[in-house]
T-cell receptor, first 115, second 115 residues
Framework: GNSVTQMEGPVTLSEEAFLTINCTYT??????LFWYVQYPGEGLQLLLK?????DKGSNKGFEATYRKETTSFHLEKGSVQVSDSAVYFC??????????????FGAGTRLAVHP | DTEVTQTPKHLVMGMTNKKSLKCEQH?????MYWYKQKAKKPPELMFV???????INESVPSRFSPECPNSSLLNLHLHALQPEDSALYLC??????????????FGPGTRLLVL
């Protein structure tokens, strides 16, 4: 079945450091891939997505490239801020036939950025 | 506008109470979802409605009863809950296009405490 594996956290960085959060997946067919972010006490916000191989999703300085050959969708940011402290979820959606989809989430990676 | 709203933000209830959670979206989406999220875990899918019909019930106990009165509204009726049901309940919606790999948009959640 489909699955998503994320690097375990917490990831602790200093402000302005480079961020990578690894995400790999197992899926049949051609899933869409997503990164969601959850700030403390809040719901999930879509951070970025990619729907086909070699697509790059980007938003708020974050980027991730859909790599089919390595089944990966790693999240990167060149310079993190304290305000980026949150939990990041990698997810995939395989597409369903019934007018909805099912998201498969990774376990989540907690990022803590200190000044 | 990609807003999904949920009320109430917080709810405390006893094990004999009956309460309801409400979710609303005005994006014209035809698929709506309920998730349960425990601390430090990813969201777990509970129910999916597609075009106001229940499409998925992930073996959720009958003390949780979903309802989709129209295409913009989704309710979750709660009755005789247990303390282990305490969690963040998230609602999401997506366009509902058949066979497409859609993006789900999440609400801020209702934090439920069962005493």
């Amino acid at each position: 079945g489909n699955s998503v594996t994320q690097m375990e956290g917490p990831v602790t960085l200093s402000e302005e450091a480079f961020l990578t959060i690894n995400c790999t997946y197992t899926a049949t067919g051609y899933p869409s891939l997503f990164w969601y972010v959850q700030y403390p006490g809040e719901g999930l916000q879509l951070l970025l997505k990619a729907t086909k191989a070699d697509d790059k999703g980007s938003n708020k300085g974050f980027e991730a490239t859909y790599r089919k050959e390595t089944t990966s969708f790693h999240l990167e940011k060149g310079s993190v801020q304290v305000s980026d402290s949150a939990v990041y979820f990698c997810a995939l959606s395989g597409g369903e036939s019934g007018g909805y989809n099912k998201l498969i989430f990774g376990a989540g990676t907690r990022l803590a950025v200190h000044p | 506008d990609t807003e999904v709203t949920q009320t109430p933000k917080h709810l405390v209830m006893g094990m004999t109470n009956k309460k309801s959670l409400k979710c609303e979206q005005h994006m014209g989406h035809r698929a709506m979802y309920w998730y349960k999220q425990k601390a430090k875990k990813p969201p777990e899918l509970m129910f999916v409605y597609s075009y106001e019909k229940l499409s998925i019930n992930e073996s959720v106990p009958s003390r949780f009863s979903p309802e989709c009165p129209n295409s913009s509204l989704l309710n979750l009726h709660l009755h005789a809950l247990q303390p282990e049901d305490s969690a963040l309940y998230l609602c999401a919606s997506s366009q509902g296009r058949t066979g497409q790999q859609e993006t789900q948009y999440f609400g801020p959640g209702t934090r439920l405490l069962v005493l």
